[in-house]
């Protein structure tokens, strides 16, 4: 057995599957087996593999400046050329960036400003953030306590309640409706438990709502149309920030540049990250408004710095990638293929709809989920993620990489390069797949057809 210690991993169940290399949108394992990446990895590796350009960037920039940081006084032209072209890119006023590694550390970086903002503007109990029952925004100790997933709680004794983190059911009107109530009505009751909660919590300690526009990793899930106007209208009404996590949506994945644009909403702050960079190299951005930094300065010349950065905050290589990433998307019209081969994709997906076992086909642009369900008719779910598990072995077997999230909804996020045809041969090896975990989970007595 590997030293390695595995990340999101049954730790008694490891090694499954050794990938050694990749091209365009396959990736190849040991044996030489073609797989089509259908999650781009961790929803990240939006240009594929081996693109020569990027692959130049960076090597380019190896050569020029391997490694310079942005401590105390140093600055290089990377870092300033990125954030400025992602300051013009969001829907965020006078944006200010600050540079990490990974979403999670977005996160935390954003936790962070956020109370230091409070403190200095003479509000330091406007610290409370709400996010979703079911949610994830990353595993660090700040971002695991915002994510919403009882397995990224259990055994960590996380600081939620020293952090004050409060909890907003999720927008999933499949899943959350009650006595046939239609999508509006769904959405006006939701809304008002949250004004309800910010009434009972009080507005002057709640700092922040955080969501993602589109949810991912905690079963992609995507809220009615009108569920963000009213929420942060509610937001705006009582003080609190609109904080969207954009790890995912970000940069083209629900076929527009942000995911907040696809559902209608303007947000206060982003956290970005994954395809920023194609994910080549690590990089993530925590964005602020101009009227946060600026309430920041002063009291940072007090203490004499502004105590928090990375060592590798705005690596240049990685702020030429991401440089070169977004460059590529522009010129390629790589959100605009998301918007034309997601459509497709959602599409023919949703030709699964009358399988026996798919409950919902939910999804927006190139990212969507097939969710497996015991009793369709009565939507119910099945007990535990074993038949997801299945499901997901056998798309392997068929080449197909996707991943079961929140128990059995099986989640598809190809790169954004995708062509129709290769939307094609995701869905004729997932109806493989699907065939053979309905007969799997009928031998097994799992499911019963009716
Ligand atoms: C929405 C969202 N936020 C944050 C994260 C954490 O990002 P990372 O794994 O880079 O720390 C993820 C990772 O999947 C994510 O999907």
């Not at 400003?113 to 994830?136: C, D, H, T």
């Not at 020293?162 to 009505?185: N, V």
């Not at 909660?197 to 905690?218: H, K, N, S």
């Not at 939307?423 to 090896?429: A, C, H, R």
Request: with cysteine; net charge negative; charged share 20%.
């Amino acid at each position: 057995m590997s030293s390695i210690i595995y990340p999101t991993t049954n730790l008694n169940q490891i090694e499954q599957i050794s990938i050694c290399r990749g091209d365009g949108i396959y990736v190849y394992d040991e044996a030489g087996k073609r797989y089509l990446e259908g999650l781009s990895g961790l929803w990240c590796a939006s240009l594929g593999y081996g693109n020569e350009e990027l692959i130049d960037a960076i090597t380019q920039q190896l050569k020029i400046l391997p490694y310079s940081h942005l401590f105390g006084g140093r600055t290089h032209e990377r870092a300033i050329e990125l954030a400025d072209e992602l300051a013009s890119m969001v829907p965020i006023e006078d944006a200010r960036i600050f540079f990490a590694n990974s979403g999670s550390e977005a996160n935390d970086s954003h936790v962070k400003m956020l109370r230091y903002y409070f403190n200095v503007i003479g509000k330091p109990q406007k610290k409370k953030i709400i996010a979703f029952e079911k949610s994830y925004h990353g595993v660090t100790v700040a971002s695991a306590a915002l994510t919403g997933l009882p397995a990224m709680h259990a055994h960590f004794d996380l600081p939620t309640e020293a952090l004050g983190i409060l909890r907003a059911e999720t927008p999933h009107y499949y899943h959350g409706q009650i006595d046939g109530e239609s999508e509006s009505e769904f959405v006006a009751r939701l809304v008002k438990d949250v004004e309800t909660l910010i009434l009972r919590e009080g507005q002057e300690t709640i700092a922040a709502f955080i969501a993602e526009p589109v949810g991912g990793a905690a079963g992609v899930m995507v809220p009615p149309k009108g569920y963000f106007p009213a929420l942060t209208k509610v937001l705006e009404k009582y003080d609190i920030l609109f904080w969207a996590d954009e790890v995912i949506c970000g940069f083209g994945r629900t076929g527009n540049d942000f995911g907040c644009t696809t559902m209608e909403v303007k947000p206060d702050l982003m956290s970005l990250a994954k395809q920023l960079s194609s994910s080549y190299i690590p990089i993530s951005a925590s964005i602020i408004p101009g009227f946060m930094h600026d309430a920041m300065r002063d009291p940072s010349e007090q203490v004499g710095i502004f105590g928090h950065g990375y060592t590798y905050t705005g690596h240049p290589v990685a702020c030429a990638a991401a440089l070169k990433t977004l460059e590529i998307y522009k010129r390629d019209k790589l959100f605009e293929n998301a918007a034309a081969v997601g459509g497709y994709m959602q599409e023919r997906l949703r030709e699964f709809s009358d399988h026996p076992l798919v409950g919902e086909v939910r999804g927006t642009g190139l990212i969507a989920a097939v969710e497996l369900m015991q009793d369709k008719h009565t939507r119910t779910s099945f007990g535990d993620g074993r038949v997801g598990a299945i499901a997901k072995q056998f798309c392997q077997e068929q080449g197909l990489l996707i991943r079961a999230v929140a128990g059995n909804s099986l989640a598809f996020c190809p790169p954004l390069i995708i062509s129709k045809e290769q939307v094609d041969e995701i869905i004729t090896k997932f109806d493989a797949a699907l065939e053979l975990t309905l007969s799997y989970v009928t031998k097994e007595k799992l499911f019963t057809l009716r």
